[in-house]
């Protein structure tokens, strides 16, 4: 048997044996310590999202990929959801094509720091043809290019011991991914889409994607993101907008 699936059978039966023996309290604080319990476990569905987080980080690979397709694949329709925001700060950039956009990245890096878009260029690219669905019900498939996430959080030496990776755009979305999600290799910020520079109304000029979450998760129009260990002090402390409003935070396909 190897040590990961030893260790997660002694996590399993721990929480079994911690739930019997002192209740729920028990598990829930075991299930905290070894980072299970997503951050919007306390609203209406609390038990049951960290039922699905818990063993969904447990029983699947860490690693485990988003199914990809072929150019042929590739949607002829593809909807959007969230416009281009209107603000000034955001209309000025996309006029001069984005040429004084930065991506701040800080919270707990070594290396506070601010990307161009040719920086991020400038990286080795990533690219992927995957399926995006919103939790509305609609979905495409598109090809994504950009630069690895992991790639730009070793950059700025990101804390390997932080826990979420929060990010903001230039509208009111916002969102978190834990870092798990944020160090898989489908997990990236992409610049282009089918071949081009994404789209002004698909997020341009940068959006996260994250190929294994509901479409939500992949916030677009980034501005700044931030590592940290604790969610409480962003908006309700719930990890995003989404679970503000009822979603769940963890979105996993
Ligand atoms: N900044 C920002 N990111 C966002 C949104 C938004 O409104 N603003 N909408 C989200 C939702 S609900 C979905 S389904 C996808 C839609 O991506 P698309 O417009 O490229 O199809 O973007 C997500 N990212
Ligand atoms: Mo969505």
């Known amino acids: 048997m190897s040590r990961i699936i030893s260790r997660r059978r002694l996590i399993v039966s721990g929480l079994t044996l911690a739930a019997g023996a002192t209740g729920i309290a028990g598990a829930v604080r075991l299930a905290d310590r070894y980072g299970l319990i997503p951050p919007d476990h306390g609203g209406l569905f609390g038990i049951g999202e960290t039922l699905t987080y818990a063993s969904q980080r447990m029983?699947?690979?860490?690693?485990?990929?988003?199914?990809?397709?072929?150019?042929?694949?590739?949607?002829?329709?593809?909807?959007?959801?969230?416009?281009?925001?209107k603000k000034d700060a955001y209309q000025r950039l996309l006029r001069d094509e984005f040429r004084d956009w930065r991506l701040a990245v800080d919270g707990l890096v070594a290396r506070p720091s601010s990307f161009s878009l040719e920086d991020l260029m400038s990286?080795?690219?990533?690219?992927?043809?995957?399926?995006?669905?919103?939790?509305?019900?609609?979905?495409?498939?598109?090809?994504?290019?950009?630069?690895?996430?992991?790639?730009?959080?070793?950059?700025?030496?990101?804390?390997?011991?932080?826990r979420y990776v929060v990010f903001f755009p230039f509208d009111s979305f916002w969102?978190?991914?834990?870092?798990?999600?944020?160090?898989h290799p489908q997990t990236f910020l992409a610049y282009?889409?089918?071949?081009?520079?994404?789209?002004?109304?698909?997020?341009?000029?940068?959006?996260?994607?994250?190929?294994?979450?509901l479409g939500y998760k992949s916030v677009k129009y980034l501005s700044r993101m931030t590592v940290t260990d604790t969610l409480q002090p962003f908006g309700k402390g719930t990890g995003g907008i989404n679970a503000e409003y009822g979603y769940s935070w963890w979105a996993g396909i």
């Open 59 to 85: 029983l699947m690979s860490r690693q485990r990929l988003a199914r990809e397709f072929g150019r042929s694949d590739i949607s002829k329709v593809i909807p959007v959801n969230g416009r281009a925001p």
């Open 123 to 162: 990286y080795p690219s990533h690219s992927q043809i995957t399926h995006q669905a919103c939790e509305e019900g609609w979905s495409f498939i598109a090809e994504w290019t950009g630069v690895r996430l992991s790639y730009v959080l070793d950059l700025v030496g990101a804390d390997p011991r932080a």
């Open 175 to 183: 969102e978190s991914i834990d870092m798990a999600d944020a160090l």
């Open 192 to 213: 282009g889409m089918n071949g081009q520079r994404i789209p002004t109304d698909h997020g341009a000029p940068v959006r996260l994607r994250v190929s294994r979450q």
